[in-house]
């Protein structure tokens, strides 16, 4: 557990800026250029707005200062106007930018799922799932406000600088150039003090996604924890990881109350600063500054922050948002080991004929696990594999379902190498039941249907007829509408594979794969079970899979596995007659361990 606590620590906060990866990320905001462009306009009109009202408040002054009623009105009327439009403005940008990012977020993380969904199995064996929902999920939910704000908000800030600048200068230049002289500060405070704030947050937020995993790791497995007694240690683990959180939250706290009292402090003394060179200026004799004049500089200094702290803002955005980005890329740039050519075409419907010739297999190029092997079944007939574990069994018929690409040699089937059809129409046509047994949530109907779509439910019901299955599902509260959770915690191992099977039958295919399909089923099960493969076995090729020799006593032909080559093959009756061959030693083994039980 700590060693996964300090993988998650290891996460990158934030990466170099790359160009290259920000421009094909704005690549996703394109289809809404539209969007973008209307709430530029909407921005500008609203700050514009903004700095007008100021203005307007500053021309007020002035009237009252000369007692003019009716400009005074004329002028409080036009900053009513002014923040009517700026909040009408803002109100709809904020509608389009939203929907337009979330589009954009939407289509990004759509891609980023149909591409994972293409890759190979190998990329899978070399990461986990947890790493791989984080990509899809945090990764891309991290970069909502550099699509929604950000991008819009940097535009604006810029254009309302230059504007706040301009009108400043204009005013009176001498006070805009004292004022200044407070921005190599705010900017110390905005740019480096934000960002260590914002890194000591990201730190809090680690650290809390570390103590969730940990606890939805405890919750999982409390049933052994209590088995062996490991309260004491969970809890001495959990109050570890919750006293991290507790310090990084004071370290971010530090930081963060450091940060607004400075940016207040440092604006206090600019005003101070120009207060006095202000009222120093109104009392030249040969040009006094009007009090209106002083108090539009002081609030147009007070609005510069502003721009700059959005700014500082989409600086420090960008930087964290480029780990994400860089993350996400590097598994859309992941190119599938296992794809179509590009002259692919579609498999025929197929009779079931299997070509092993020359195979040769290894899953790291260094250690081989098939080494030359070859072999042919006819259609219809059931191949058992057997042998110890790690022989090679299941990398047989990962190669004919194409989860793997050979090494050397080729499979092929009625005559068409599997390289060399499109993996669609090759996978159509099978049916494969691994030994882990999956089942999603939703219905037992649905469950079964997974991989047929178009099937009736009276198809649906035969088929778990035809593996037994249906009397337990009959005995469950709403039958085959019974809703059954993730993985099916609420079903025994020995009904998940039931429905598993009952899935795999379903799709009616021309090859049937059973990759230790009884390992957890019941003996009388188990039995009634080899009456219905009789039946519904016939006229289709299968690969079985069995620790269990009984359940392939019935096969055309027992391959024996072994260091990756085929060390036997027969009925079987032919086999059991050499005392001498591996398979007489595995029937005998398990026939032995039977009476000592």
């Known amino acids: ?33 539209r969007n973008v462009c209307i709430a530029l306009v909407l921005m500008v009109i609203a700050a514009v707005c903004s700095l007008g009202s100021t203005f307007l408040l500053s021309s007020a002054i002035e009237a009252l200062e000369n007692l003019n009623k009716r400009d005074i009105y004329i002028y409080l009327i036009g900053m009513i106007v002014t923040a009517i439009i700026g909040s009408v403005c803002v109100r709809y940008r904020v509608r389009l930018m939203d929907s337009a990012g979330r589009r954009a977020l939407a289509t990004l993380r759509e891609d980023l799922f149909r591409h994972i969904q293409g890759l190979s199995f ?9 790493k791989i929902l984080v990509r899809v999920i945090n990764d891309v939910n991290s970069l909502n406000d550099l699509f929604t704000n950000g991008i819009v908000n940097v535009l604006v800030d810029c254009f309302t600088l230059v504007i706040l600048l301009v009108i400043m200068l204009a005013v009176n230049w001498k006070l805009t150039l004292i004022s200044m002289c407070i921005m190599p500060f705010l900017l110390f405070i ?46 001495e683990t959990f109050e ?79 930087l964290s948002a480029m780990a994400s980005m860089e993350r996400i890329f590097e598994i859309m740039d992941t190119e599938s080991e296992i794809k179509d050519k590009k002259d692919a075409k579609p498999l025929p419907p197929i009779k079931g004929r299997v070509d092993f010739e020359n195979v040769t297999f290894s899953y790291d190029r260094e250690k081989i696990v098939l080494k030359n092997v070859s072999f042919t079944v006819t259609p219809g007939q059931t ?44 996978r159509e046509q099978m049916s494969v039941m691994m030994q882990d047994s999956f089942i999603f949530s939703g219905t037992i ?13 009276d198809e649906v019901i035969a088929a778990a007829k035809a593996v037994y299955a249906h009397d337990f599902i009959m005995q469950m509260e709403k039958g085959y509408e019974t809703q059954v959770n993730e993985r099916g915690s609420s079903l025994s191992v020995g009904q998940k594979q039931l429905i598993s099977f009952a899935r795999a039958l379903l799709n009616d ?81 398990q026939y032995k361990f039977l009476l000592e039980e």
């Open 1 to 33: 557990m700590a060693k996964m606590l300090r993988q998650i620590d290891d996460e990158v906060l934030e990466s170099p800026f790359n160009k290259q990866q920000f421009f094909r990320l704005l690549t996703y905001m394109k289809p809404y250029l």
């Open 122 to 130: 190998s990329f899978f064996d070399t990461r986990s799932a947890g």
């Open 190 to 235: 905005l740019f480096k003090l934000k960002r260590v704030m914002r890194k000591r947050w990201q730190r809090v937020r680690v650290k809390t996604s570390s103590m969730n995993g940990y606890l939805h790791e405890s919750l999982a497995g409390m049933r052994v924890t209590e088995a062996f007694v490991r309260e004491d240690e969970n809890q």
């Open 240 to 318: 570890n990881v919750n006293d991290d959180i507790r310090n990084t939250w004071m370290k971010a706290i530090e930081v963060n109350n450091a940060f607004w009292p400075a940016l207040d402090f440092t604006g206090t003394c600019g005003t101070i600063l120009v207060y006095i060179f202000g009222v120093i200026m109104m009392g030249d004799p040969v040009k006094p500054l009007a009090l209106a004049n002083l108090m539009l500089i002081i609030w147009y200094l007070g609005r510069f922050w502003e721009p700059l702290n959005t700014l500082s803002n989409f600086y420090n955005n960008v």
């Open 383 to 426: 191949i058992a594999l057997v042998g110890p574990t790690g022989a090679g069994k299941s990398t047989v018929v990962n190669l004919i379902s194409r989860f793997y690409d050979v090494t050397d040699g080729a499979v092929k089937l009625d005559g068409h190498d599997v390289r060399d059809v499109q993996l669609r129409s090759l």
């Open 445 to 457: 109907m649905d469950n079964i249907r997974y991989g047929r779509l178009d099937a009736t439910d």
């Open 509 to 589: 295919p021309k090859i049937l794969i059973l990759d230790e399909a009884t390992s957890s089923i019941d003996t009388h099960t188990e039995i009634l079970i080899q009456k219905a493969l009789d039946e519904l076995l016939k006229g289709r090729t299968s690969f079985v899979i069995a620790h269990r020799l009984s359940t392939i006593r019935n096969a055309d032909c027992i391959m024996v596995i072994q260091d990756g080559n085929i060390a036997e093959a027969g009925t079987h009756d032919q086999l059991i007659k050499n005392e001498k061959g591996h398979y007489r030693a595995l029937c005998d083994a």
